[in-house]
């Protein structure tokens, strides 16, 4: 077993090299802001490669898998340089082509879940809180305006999105988000890869899962590049979602202009 340590992230080699942990742990609420991003995308470029390697568990370090990405790297001077990151991350995350699975515990939120939702199967405590509040800051999730229609269908992602509101493990079991409810969301995880995974071909296992996903990914990628550049060049000229994200910072409530 090796680990191996960032500022913000662990990776830990188990099961003779066949799976990666990857353990966020930058601090409270593990919020992903730029040097979370790079890290991770560090680690993959360095041990996902590794040819006997089965599966990626991402883990987390705290009470809470993410309170989302950075809303100060959401502010007009900085959003040009952290959402193409973000957007290059979850690139970095499918090119691996390995079964991916997140464990969540308490607030998996915004970018969290994002993050979360490239995985082929969250385990989350019941304690687990998973919602994509951007709408709440006069913005709009990208990456998560993509995924979850496809993991949940387009009602319940209407619900989410629209709403911003944060659902329980056992309502985000019951719409498909979560694949399993356990007390311990890593023990789970780890006992289903080894199961399923740890005893099959890593080269077929790469295969597998770059099919299951071949037609979604072309859409995501296409998709991702267009909502990228109408977050950056129409939304974050109105009003309403310069405002979104000063309120926030400020710790006010947002004076709408509808515009």
């Not at 267009?226 to 129409?234: A, H, I, K």
Request: charged share 25%; with cysteine.
């Amino acid at each position: 077993m090796e680990v191996a340590k960032w500022k913000t992230v662990r990776a830990e080699e188990l099961d003779d090299g066949r799976l990666l942990r990857v353990t966020l742990d930058a601090g409270k609420g593990n919020v992903i802001g730029g040097s979370v991003i790079r890290e991770l995308r560090e680690v993959l470029a360095l041990m996902a490669p590794a040819a006997g390697l089965r599966a990626l568990v991402l883990d987390h370090a705290g009470p809470h898998f993410s309170f989302g990405a950075s809303v100060e790297e959401h502010a007009p001077g900085l959003v040009r340089d952290m959402l193409p990151e973000l957007h290059a991350l979850a690139r970095d995350l499918l090119a691996t082509h390995l079964p991916i699975l997140a464990c969540v515990r308490g607030a998996c939120l915004g970018g969290g879940l994002e993050l979360a939702a490239l995985a082929h199967r969250i385990f989350a405590a019941p304690d687990a809180r998973l919602g994509q509040p951007e709408s709440q800051l006069g913005v709009f999730a990208p990456l998560g305006s993509l995924l979850l229609p496809q993991i949940v269908g387009p009602a319940r992602a209407a619900d989410l999105l629209l709403s911003g509101r944060a659902v329980d493990a056992q309502e985000a079991l019951a719409m498909g988000l979560v694949a399993e409810i356990a007390d311990d969301p890593l023990e789970a995880a780890l006992a289903w890869a080894r199961a399923h995974l740890v005893p099959k071909s890593a080269a077929s296992l790469r295969f597998v899962t770059r099919a299951l996903r071949a037609t979604f990914e072309r859409r995501l990628l296409d998709g991702l590049a267009e909502l990228e550049r109408v977050y950056l060049d129409e939304l974050m000229l109105q009003h309403d979602a310069r405002e979104g994200i000063a309120a926030f910072l400020e710790k006010r409530r947002p004076a709408w202009e509808d515009r």
